[in-house]
Antibody, heavy 120, light 107 residues
């Protein structure tokens, strides 16, 4: 049974680092047909793709232009999970953050979501 | 690539047929998907590769289109279909982009 379980902090102070994890069950983070995405949702931005990690004989990670330089997505094969680190957060980074799997470029499963608030 | 959706919201009755349009700023291939989202839940895949119904999705949902215009049609709207619908493209990856959403309300 495939499942994505998200964990991580819900409240972050401005300028600090947001860290989220997505534990994968029912698939391997090293699958050569899957991609592991981080997507956020807010009233102002709608659904915004942040980045994707995928393994095709080696690891690749792509990021959205809007967040390049501020985020890092790391696959962890020992824990079968993928993590997101978001540096120097600002209040506008407050959103519902999701991890999601794509299988052959079809986003078919989403985590439960983590509500992140950036506030002092 | 930018995706726009029309209408941004609509009100319909149980049993109605509803069509939502997604327009792309550039000509696309077939990697266009549709999602349904209820409040407080993650999006749920309905249609992928423009036409293909995801497993377990009722057959009253159908997708179509090509080029820059794509559609999601719901035949005989049911109570559980009142939700927000999003289109999404993978053809011009990276990035992955989503439409702004169409909210379907009860008339």
């Amino acid at each position: 049974q495939f499942h994505l379980q998200q964990s991580g902090q819900g409240l972050v102070k401005p300028s600090q680092t947001l860290s989220l994890s997505c534990a994968i069950s029912g698939d391997s983070v090293s699958s050569d047909s899957a991609g592991w995405n981080w997507i956020r949702q807010s009233p102002s931005r709608g659904l915004e793709w942040l980045g994707r990690a995928y393994y095709r004989s080696k690891w690749y990670v792509d990021y959205a232009d809007s967040v390049t330089g501020r985020i890092t997505i790391n696959p962890d094969t020992s824990k079968n999970q993928v993590s997101l680190q978001f540096n120097s957060v600002i209040p506008e980074d407050s959103a519902l953050y999701y991890c999601a799997r794509d299988e052959n470029r079809v986003i078919d499963y989403w985590g439960q979501g983590t509500l992140v608030t950036v506030s002092s | 690539i930018q995706l726009t959706q029309s209408p941004s919201s609509l009100a319909a009755s149980i049993g109605d047929r509803v069509t939502i349009t997604c327009r792309a700023s550039q000509t696309m291939g077939s990697a266009l998907a549709w999602f349904q989202q209820h409040p407080g839940k993650p999006p749920k895949l309905l249609i992928y590769e423009t036409f293909t119904l995801h497993r377990g999705v009722p057959s009253r949902f159908s997708g179509g289109g090509s080029g820059t215009e794509f559609t999601l049609t719901i035949n005989s709207l049911q109570p559980e279909d009142f939700a927000t619908y999003y289109c999404q493209q993978f053809d011009y990856y990276p990035p992955i982009t989503f439409g702004p959403g169409t909210r379907v309300d009860i008339k």
